[in-house]
């Protein structure tokens, strides 16, 4: 099974500043997805920003870029421009291309998630 | 677009009784997925549906889950005979796929039913 690795329980930036979530992941495949998921305090979990493993144009969604490096294995986000409503848990998330008996094609795997403290 | 639904939001509930949680998923959306969320840890997929038919099941999904989703619209999971460890936060998510092709929309989830087994 694929496993994403989050290695950075905490992390804090000040506000406007800019800050780089670091994610990893464990696959042998060569077609799947990679998302962030964002979950504030006591609310639901919403997409953040999605790569395509067979685009080689990191994806931008606003503040909000990663740096894809598939060779590495690596998936990490950055956040421009900090505010304080960017204050949540983040998920790095897995998803095989490929539906096969021997995947559970249809699943995300999450990390362990990052806890972003923005302060003012 | 009302989102995803979830039901209750809270669940406190004595070991050894069954629970049950329902989920209603954005109107036009034919997946469904269930998810359960321990502290400190990301969401672990549970079980997936397309339309009614469930796919795919976890092997965390033990005998003593259960999930439907009749005419694929609202999907419930019964929890039987619980046991302090199924405390969790479950997560019921949907997307739309078309047809049988794998093409999935981005997962919508819901606020999730916290549940604690005392």
């Known amino acids: 099974a694929q496993t994403v690795t989050q290695s950075q329980p905490e992390m804090s930036v000040q506000e406007a500043e800019t800050v780089t979530l670091s994610c990893t992941y464990d696959t042998s495949e060569s077609d799947y997805y990679l998302f962030w998921y964002k979950q504030p305090p006591s609310r639901q979990m919403i997409l953040v920003i999605r790569q395509e493993a067979y685009k080689q144009q990191n994806a931008t969604e606003n503040r909000f870029s990663v740096n894809f490096q598939k060779a590495a294995k690596s998936f990490s986000l950055k956040i421009s421009d900090s505010q304080l409503g960017d204050a949540a848990m983040y998920f790095c998330a897995y998803r095989s291309g490929i539906l096969s008996n021997s995947n559970s094609g249809y699943a995300l795997n999450f990390g362990k998630g990052t806890s972003l403290l923005v302060t003012p | 677009d009302t989102g995803v639904s979830q039901d209750p939001r809270h669940k406190i509930t004595k070991r050894g009784q069954n629970v049950t949680f329902r989920c209603d998923p954005i109107s036009e959306h034919n997946r469904l997925y269930w998810y359960r969320q321990t502290l400190g840890q990301g969401p672990e997929f549970l079980t997936y549906?397309?339309?009614?038919?469930?796919?795919?099941k976890s092997r965390l999904l033990s005998d003593r889950f259960s999930a439907e989703r009749p005419k694929g619209s609202f999907s419930t999971l019964e929890i039987q005979r619980t046991e302090q460890g199924d405390s969790a936060m479950y997560l019921c998510?949907?997307?739309?796929?078309?047809?049988?092709?794998?093409?999935?929309?981005?997962?919508?989830f819901g606020n999730g039913t916290r549940l604690t087994v005392t």
């Open positions: 549906f397309q339309n009614e038919a469930q796919l795919e």
């Open positions: 998510a949907s997307s739309l796929g078309t047809g049988g092709s794998y093409y999935n929309s981005p997962l919508h």
